[in-house]
């Protein structure tokens, strides 16, 4: 069955930087859309970036210049370097993974989703 695992988060000061991994198993990682999404208490998940099968990205505007993602389709595993974190980037950090990565990949019709990691930014 599909799982994703995300891991890497924790608490940073401002400034700061943290790299999440995602681990996922039980389908095609290479031919899925693969993202990084956050939720803010109170506040609506939204998407961070994507990246597609070919490798082209999509990222939100807020953090466009500082986070970076990428993936190593041989080990089923998606990262997110996130550099000069910011309070307003504390949230619940998701992984997830849709199909048709190489049809077009943007922020919305995910099939499968992780547990969460939380970033905590003081």
């Known amino acids: 069955h599909v799982q994703l695992v995300e891991s890497g988060g924790g608490s940073v000061q401002a400034g700061g930087f943290l790299r999440l991994s995602c681990v996922g198993t039980?389908?095609?990682?290479?031919?899925?859309?693969m993202g990084w999404f956050r939720q803010a208490p109170g506040k609506e998940r939204e998407g961070v970036v994507v990246?597609?099968?070919?490798?082209?990205?999509t990222y939100a505007d807020s953090v466009k210049g500082r986070f970076t993602i990428s993936k190593d389709n041989a080990k089923h595993s998606l990262y997110l370097q996130m550099n000069s974190l910011k309070p307003e980037d504390a949230a619940l950090y998701y992984c997830a993974a849709g199909r048709g990565g190489w049809v077009g990949c943007g922020f919305h019709g995910y099939n499968y989703w992780g547990q969460g990691t939380q970033v905590t930014v003081s």
């Open positions: 039980g389908y095609t990682f290479s031919g899925y859309c």
């Open positions: 990246i597609s099968s070919d490798g082209s990205t």
